[in-house]
C-alpha cells in the first residue's frame, strides 16, 4: 500500500490534479512559511541582516543534497531562464560558434540564444530526431569543431523522454564543448547524481516537482566551469564583503568564490525562498528514493491499465528512457484534444502537449485517482 502523503498538501476536492509536470502544488507548510516572510516585510524591524545570506545559502545546501552536488556550485536563481541565460551572457563567444538544440525543445532553449544569434555572434543548429524521440546520438552526430553547447532538457516537457546525457557530455568534452542540461522536469522526483549526467551546469525551475512557488529556480555549474565561464552580470550581494551590511565594499569589487556569481537579483526573495526551503524539507524528509517508489508506482499502473485499444503512449514505455510521467494519445490523431476535453470535463487536471496527454501525478495522487482516469479513458 503506497503511503499516503495527502495531508501534507490543500485539499483538492473532487479534482484529481495529475499535472505537476505543469505546477506541482506547494505543501501546505510551505505556504505557512511564505505568510511568514510577508510578516517580515510587515515588520523588518525583525528581519536580520544575516537573513539576506542565510536563507540562500540554505537552499544552496538543500539543493546541493537533491542533485548529489556541492553546495558552492548552486547559484539561486528566479528559474531555469536565468541559468540559461548566465550562460549565454558570460561566454565569449567567437564568429561561426553554434548551440546545438533539439527540435521541439522547450522555448526557453531558443530564446536564450536569439539575441545572440541575431547579433551574429552564434548559430542555433536544431538537431533533428531521426527516430520517434530525440536520442543521444542525434546530438552526438551533430556535434562539430564549431560547437560550443548543447542545450538540452534531460527530461523533454513535450512527450517525457530522457536523454542518455551522459553520452552526450562525454562527446562534448571531446570537443571542448559544455553540456547545458535543463532538469526541470525531473528534479524532486527522483535521485540524480548530477556529475552522473554528464553535464557541464544545469539548470531548473523549482515549481514543478520540487513544490517551491513560481519564480525560484537554481543554476549548477561544474566547479571546473566556475572559472572557466566568463563573469555576465553580477549582483551585488554575490561580492566580496557583501555581508557586511555597515560597511559594503566600495572599491576593489570582486565576485566571491564558487556559483554564488551567477545569483539572480533579488536574491534573498523572502516570500519565494522562505517557501521554496521549506518544499525542498518535504522532499527530503521523505526520500527522493520513497518519491521515485510512489510515483513510479502510480505511472506503472497507469501504464499497465491503459486501454490501448483507444490509446497509446506517446512516452518511452521503458522506465530507463523516460522521466516521471508518461503522455497519452488517443488511437487516431485528430481525437487526442476530443480526449483531453473529455478527461478535463470529468475534473481531472493533466496538460495537452504535442497532441498529447501529458500526466504527471505526483506524492498527494493514489492509486484511486488512477483508476478514476482509466475508466475516463476506457469510456
Given at each position: 500500500?503506497?503511503?499516503?502523503?495527502?495531508?501534507?498538501?490543500?485539499?483538492?476536492?473532487?479534482?484529481?490534479?495529475?499535472?505537476?509536470?505543469?505546477?506541482?502544488?506547494?505543501?501546505?507548510?510551505?505556504?505557512?512559511?511564505?505568510?511568514?516572510?510577508?510578516?517580515?516585510?510587515?515588520?523588518?524591524?525583525?528581519?536580520?541582516?544575516?537573513?539576506?545570506?542565510?536563507?540562500?545559502?540554505?537552499?544552496?545546501?538543500?539543493?546541493?543534497?537533491?542533485?548529489?552536488?556541492?553546495?558552492?556550485?548552486?547559484?539561486?536563481?528566479?528559474?531555469?531562464?536565468?541559468?540559461?541565460?548566465?550562460?549565454?551572457?558570460?561566454?565569449?563567444w567567437k564568429p561561426g560558434?553554434?548551440?546545438?538544440?533539439?527540435?521541439?525543445?522547450?522555448?526557453?532553449?531558443?530564446?536564450?540564444?536569439?539575441?545572440?544569434?541575431?547579433?551574429?555572434?552564434?548559430?542555433?543548429?536544431?538537431?533533428?530526431?531521426?527516430?520517434?524521440?530525440?536520442?543521444?546520438?542525434?546530438?552526438?552526430?551533430?556535434?562539430?569543431?564549431?560547437?560550443r553547447v548543447i542545450s538540452?532538457?534531460?527530461?523533454?516537457?513535450?512527450?517525457?523522454?530522457?536523454?542518455?546525457?551522459?553520452?552526450?557530455?562525454?562527446?562534448?568534452?571531446?570537443?571542448?564543448?559544455?553540456?547545458?542540461?535543463?532538469?526541470?522536469?525531473?528534479?524532486?522526483?527522483?535521485?540524480?547524481?548530477?556529475?552522473?549526467?554528464?553535464?557541464?551546469?544545469?539548470?531548473?525551475?523549482?515549481?514543478?516537482?520540487?513544490?517551491?512557488?513560481?519564480?525560484?529556480?537554481?543554476?549548477?555549474?561544474?566547479?571546473?566551469?566556475?572559472?572557466?565561464?566568463?563573469?555576465?552580470?553580477?549582483?551585488?550581494?554575490?561580492?566580496?564583503?557583501?555581508?557586511?551590511?555597515?560597511?559594503?565594499?566600495?572599491?576593489?569589487?570582486?565576485?566571491?568564490?564558487?556559483?554564488?556569481?551567477?545569483?539572480?537579483?533579488?536574491?534573498?526573495?523572502?516570500?519565494?525562498?522562505?517557501?521554496?526551503?521549506?518544499?525542498?524539507?518535504?522532499?527530503?524528509?521523505?526520500?527522493?528514493?520513497?518519491?521515485?517508489?510512489?510515483?513510479?508506482?502510480?505511472?506503472?499502473?497507469?501504464?499497465?491499465?491503459?486501454?490501448?485499444?483507444?490509446?497509446?503512449?506517446?512516452?518511452?514505455?521503458?522506465?530507463?528512457?523516460?522521466?516521471?510521467?508518461?503522455?497519452?494519445?488517443?488511437?487516431?490523431?485528430?481525437?487526442?484534444?476530443?480526449?483531453?476535453?473529455k478527461v478535463r470535463a470529468?475534473?481531472?487536471?493533466?496538460?495537452?502537449?504535442?497532441?498529447?496527454?501529458?500526466?504527471?501525478?505526483?506524492?498527494?495522487?493514489?492509486?484511486?485517482?488512477?483508476?478514476?482516469?482509466?475508466?475516463?479513458?476506457?469510456?
Open positions: 500500500m503506497p503511503t499516503d502523503y495527502r495531508s501534507e498538501f490543500a485539499d483538492f476536492e473532487s479534482v484529481a490534479y495529475l499535472n505537476a509536470a505543469l505546477q506541482g502544488p506547494m505543501p501546505l507548510a510551505a505556504a505557512r512559511e511564505a505568510q511568514a516572510a510577508l510578516e517580515w516585510k510587515k515588520r523588518p524591524d525583525r528581519l536580520g541582516d544575516t537573513a539576506y545570506f542565510d536563507l540562500p545559502d540554505r537552499i544552496r545546501e538543500k539543493v546541493s543534497r537533491v542533485i548529489g552536488a556541492r553546495p558552492d556550485e548552486i547559484a539561486v536563481t528566479s528559474g531555469a531562464s536565468a541559468g540559461l541565460a548566465s550562460v549565454a551572457a558570460g561566454i565569449d560558434d553554434e548551440v546545438l538544440v533539439g527540435r521541439g525543445e522547450f522555448p526557453a532553449h531558443f530564446s536564450t540564444w536569439l539575441r545572440y544569434e541575431k547579433a551574429g555572434k552564434l548559430r542555433v543548429r536544431v538537431v533533428e530526431p531521426r527516430g520517434r524521440f530525440i536520442t543521444a546520438d542525434d546530438y552526438i552526430a551533430q556535434i562539430g569543431p564549431q560547437t538540452a532538457s534531460f527530461v523533454r516537457f513535450d512527450n517525457g523522454a530522457r536523454l542518455d546525457s551522459a553520452r552526450v557530455g562525454e562527446a562534448c568534452r571531446k570537443v571542448g564543448a559544455a553540456l547545458l542540461l535543463d532538469i526541470t522536469q525531473c528534479a524532486g522526483s527522483m535521485p540524480l547524481d548530477i556529475r552522473e549526467l554528464g553535464a557541464d551546469m544545469a539548470v531548473c525551475s523549482g515549481y514543478k516537482w520540487l513544490l517551491g512557488p513560481y519564480g525560484a529556480g537554481f543554476f549548477w555549474i561544474a566547479s571546473e566551469w566556475i572559472e572557466r565561464l566568463p563573469l555576465g552580470a553580477v549582483y551585488f550581494m554575490a561580492l566580496e564583503g557583501a555581508r557586511d551590511f555597515h560597511a559594503l565594499p566600495s572599491e576593489k569589487f570582486q565576485p566571491v568564490p564558487g556559483a554564488r556569481r551567477w545569483d539572480s537579483p533579488e536574491t534573498a526573495n523572502f516570500t519565494n525562498l522562505a517557501a521554496f526551503e521549506s518544499s525542498l524539507d518535504l522532499v527530503l524528509r521523505i526520500g527522493l528514493d520513497s518519491v521515485a517508489r510512489h510515483v513510479d508506482g502510480l505511472v506503472g499502473e497507469l501504464i499497465e491499465r491503459l486501454p490501448r485499444d483507444r490509446c497509446m503512449l506517446a512516452s518511452p514505455e521503458e522506465r530507463s528512457k523516460r522521466g516521471p510521467y508518461v503522455c497519452v494519445s488517443a488511437r487516431k490523431r485528430e481525437e487526442t484534444p476530443v480526449l483531453y476535453e470529468a475534473q481531472i487536471h493533466v496538460s495537452l502537449r504535442d497532441n498529447a496527454l501529458r500526466i504527471a501525478p505526483y506524492l498527494y495522487n493514489t492509486p484511486e485517482e488512477i483508476s478514476r482516469l482509466i475508466e475516463v479513458l476506457s469510456a
